[in-house]
């Protein structure tokens, strides 16, 4: 058998390797998105000592459910989808934030909402503003602003993650963008 090159298989090749039995093969995965998983829940737990044992877990459960993962969609939102699950469940056990269950956000009208920011240059501005202010809003505000303007995912990717209308997505971003604005002093 011909020796595979791992780096040159999409994410969801590996994926299907890994699920017709070549498991030794899903430490591809964990090394293509280790950095990202980390950088996520670093945004989202933030003060949380734990973070790196919860992207461990988000591996674990991703390794231990690869055959649910359908290989004929995107990997990545797969994943982040379970580490989002198991960043909810990590604040809930650490009960240092509380977590709102009743969405008031899926009784507005629908909404399409567009991103004005285009321009690259205000898009590394606004991740800098985000840095600064990220600790200081609400969840519920905060992941969809990660999963946006640092993972690079699209409306629609955040909304299959977060299992949320793709309009909720647009309200939350532009919600949290309008709540890190008041956070700043007038200066910036």
């Not at 055959?67 to 240092?96: C, D, M, T, V």
């Not at 009208?109 to 606004?126: G, H, Y």
Request: hydrophobic share 40%; proline share 4%; charged share 30%.
């Amino acid at each position: 058998m011909p020796n595979l090159n791992l780096s040159q298989l999409t994410d969801e090749q590996i994926a299907r390797l890994v699920q017709a039995g070549k498991i030794e093969n899903f430490g591809e995965l964990v090394k293509r998105y280790e950095a990202k998983m980390k950088r996520y829940a670093k945004k989202f737990l933030f003060a949380y000592e734990d973070a790196e044992d919860v992207v461990q877990e988000v591996f674990i459960k991703a390794y231990t459910n690869i055959q649910s993962f359908n290989s004929s969609k995107k990997f990545s939102p797969w994943l982040y989808r379970i580490a989002h699950n198991e960043f909810i469940n990590a604040i809930k056990k650490r009960g240092k934030e509380s977590l709102s269950f009743f969405n008031f956000d899926t009784l507005l009208p629908n909404i399409t909402a567009k991103d004005n920011i285009k321009d690259e240059i205000d898009r590394q501005e606004l991740r800098a503003v985000l840095n600064k202010c990220l600790d200081k809003i609400a969840p519920k505000y905060r992941e969809p602003l990660v999963l946006y303007y640092f993972e690079g995912f699209s409306y629609k990717e955040i909304a299959g993650i977060l299992r949320i209308p793709v309009s909720t997505v647009g309200i939350r971003l532009k919600r949290g963008k309008k709540l890190m604005k008041s956070l700043l002093p007038k200066t910036i």
